[in-house]
């Protein structure tokens, strides 16, 4: 019982990292309805430049301002300059596109950087939390940044001008352009701020599982899966799917036998699948009903 | 007495000359690849996809290499060396090998990196009689003269370094419960296998707990919270250098002080320790055969002294914290002693020849006390280790240099 | 025209309609194209015997990444199914064949092809009905779960004693038949040749018929595909199945030409390689698969030729400028072309007839 207790623990502070990817997933999902395959290596792109900051002495919440600032703006001039001149091309261009950015920042970051792993610095300190074994401080500080993250963001798309115009951009940019949005700046906004998450979730990712250029690799992989899992129509979905595809790793990893340690990314995802079988717009997303 | 006519030595010189030429012939052999002025080594590494972390190594052998040629190069021949990407794919291996040897016509294929890249092409090598030199794996498999006689590997073994561990282990706690983190692929299950062989007849009942991880996780701290729950008390942390360092870290967090070994393939104390934490890193248990960079223990050794000018000199964007830049000019160095010793008899057949015969080689970068030896059976050129304890501030070396050869 | 290709049509005008409706008005193209594949075959029947061993080995990679990409628009080009699976059943194709090959069975390597492509079929089918359920991304996500699983389950002790583990087979090269003047090689390339043109006929015939329009309507407009009586689930799990068979037979080839399998090589990233070269091909084109067979393996070694160390970085920009210059692949760039120049052909022949009845 003990160790089911701990494994949960366990697979909800890795479940932390998983769901702060799975929101900035679903952000650009939202805006551009389909999935940026390059939001991991963007994330990582901009820890490094925090990184360098702190690396010439700035302090941490300068370079964290900073850089979630400078994220933004690579948002918005991404979206601007990349994926305006195709935006009326076949989805699965814009697919490559998307692959395009994920090559060139992977590579570059690199050659820049170079692959020794860097620690990076945390504000909530390491120390076990509350004297448990089980998670430190920062996994729980992280775990609060992303649910503070969430709830500020329901407030904006809810409750505020802009938000409300985003979102009728993203749902029907035709008559939100008759009313006088422009579609093309709320979808650069969109990107400006899935970015700037991004940006947050590598900073916060960064301290546990260290810098280098693949840092965001299988994170991203686990965000997509945990994003799909909670729907990918609600960032709330989003996050408890992140938090849930960590969870599910780490029992199948604990409690299956013979194989369970091999195969727990093969089984995680399984039970994924299975449970799309049952709710396939994911456990909280609506199904979109379309008129014919 | 007119006897040396003209007519004469019109006569003798062809035959003179063709003595002459003869006697060039005989003193100066080439294969493909070969000339008065070039000696062109091949290599595919992996400079992209995810074993990119790697590829300093080869960048740094080149500029090595380069250093050589200003010094004059090898017994006055240039060294070209053609380094293709494969990105850690074999069927992009098979592509690159072929072009190298089909295409460029290289003479050998030096360093290759990777089990399964090394492995796809192990054969096609051997049948076309080119040499795979000094493969920069510890797999067990490149140690077969007789079956194939153009393959010849380099650093100790995984399973060797395991079997160490398991001796060590047995030594110092040999009522342990042992838990095993390793990465789901070919080293890995080598070090797993090592450590298994080591132990014996102990194996089954000493160890709890074989966890493993793939590249594409992002933490491993779930395994080593299941290690510390089966209730183990030594640690066998054979992970590389991100996930070792993150094992390290959890170690301490959870509050787990197990005797805790780290592999040599994850020991770099800039590398792994540093990000881990120093002070959780103490204790430790490893083995080297290469001198760690970072320790300041070689501030005033001969060798690091010459590595660093080295690396000012010829290769100042690589990092000095990276032991793979320790590596690259080992191995380089191995390969420039095999081919000068060809002399101007530069035939693959002869590179073999050199390559199997080393006797006590000392490069300047290896542990005092470890030197290279091969011979005609016997194709593990690196087969001692030494270990070491973490202090808090350096590695510690301790005891002596440990043969890590395989039982024959 | 059909509704249904009518709908293909203005649904996105870049996108490629159906066979015939690009020839009905292009009657004269058609003919040309003709020619024009008769000369690629011609080509590509005398390019071994000019060509070095290397340059070869390479030509036969580009046909079977060709095929396993005609395999992938078979399902996402002409069936609308987003899948990140394709590696999978490269893998379990390549590993068929290897199994059979080497140990107890020894098979002949020509026989690995049709065992691969019947396994990969079942394999297909079974996925094809659960993913009967799924939509776009959750596909995807489906599919990249099975990407995800082969090379684990491959590597996993379970299946060691099968499939060598991580230490992965290896496979002899076959020879060439006793009395044929040309190498291994070129054997090989030959062998793989008359499959990619047995198969590709084959795609080509499948598009034309009332099974190829069944499975594009279904991609344009699936509620009126199964209100005109399409049964969609059958033929979404059978283009399935048969996606699955082509890409397949490219793994068995693939491991016959290379003569090794591991496990890590079968991994999400080659399904994305697929993905992209079927995109820089064009969705929905056959000759375009090969084309993106060609794209898969020369671009990233034209990109290390131009930086080493930063030959990922390179590999992007050519890909980001050739979705610029070309959204819609190379097949659609053609198209465009050829219309153009079609049209132009045409204003000046109105205007010659206009002049001469003057």
Redesign the interface.
Known sequence: MEQLLQQVVAGLATGAIYATMALAVVMVYQAIDHLNFAQGELATFSTFLAWQMIDWGWSYWAAFAITVAISFVIGIAIDRILFRPVRNAPILSQLVAFIALFSILNSSDGEIWNFTIKSFPTPFGTKPLLGSGLISTHQAGMVAVTLVMLALLYVFFRGSRLGLAMRAAAANPEAARLVGIRVGWMIALGWGLSTAIGAVAGMLIAPVVFLDPNMMLGVLLYGFAGAVLGGLSSPGGAVLGGFAVGIIENLAGTFIPFVGQELKLTVALIVIVAVLMVRPAGIFGRVAVSRV | MKQITRRTILATAPAAIGLAALHARAAKQYDPGVTDSEIKVGNTAPYSGPASNYSTIWKCEAAYFKMINAQGGINGRQINFISYDDAYSPPKTVEMTRKLVEQDQVFVIAGGAGTPTNTAIWKYMNEHKVPQLFVATGATKWDDPKSHPWTIGFQPNYQSEGRIYAAYILQNKPEGKIGVLYQNDDFGKDYLKGVKDGLGAKAASMIKVEATYETTDPTVDSQVVNIKAAGCDVFVNTAINKFAAQAIRKAAEIEWEPLHILSGIGNSLAGTLKPAGLEASKGLVTDFFLKDPTDPQWKDDAGYKWWLGFMNEWYPEGDKNDALNVFGPTAAATIVHVLKACGDELTRANVMEQAANLHELSLPMLLPGITINTSPTDFAPIKQVQLARFDGERWQLFGSVISSALPA | MTVPEREAVAL?A??VPSETAVAKPLGLWLDRRRLLIGAAVIAGLVAPLVV????I??LT?VMIYGLAILGLNLL?GFNGQFSLGHSAFYGIGAYTAAILMSGSADLAYYWTLPCAGAVCFIVGISLGL?AL???G??L???T??LA??LP??L????LEGLTG????I?IDKPDPPPGLPINADQWLYYFTLAVLLVMFAAAAGLVRSRTGRAIMAIRDHP?AAAAMGINTARYKTLTFGVSALYTGVAGAL?AIV???V?P??FN??LS?NF??G???GG?GSIPGSLFGGVFV?FV?NIA?KVS??????????I??LL??LM???AAGFVRRTAASLARLRRVSTTESIGRSTR
């Open positions: 996105d870049a996108a070095a061993n290397f340059t080995f390479q990679m996402t659960p359920r799924l939509q991304l959750y995807a996500l489906a990249f779960a995800v699983a684990q389950l590597k996993s002790h379970l583990g991580v230490q992965g290896v509620i693939g290379v003569q090794f591991a890590d090589s999400f990233l994305v993905l992209v079927l995109i820089v969705i393996l990233p290390e080493t160390g930063l030959s990922g970085a390179v590999y992007g920009v890909l980001l979705i610029f959204p819609s692949g």
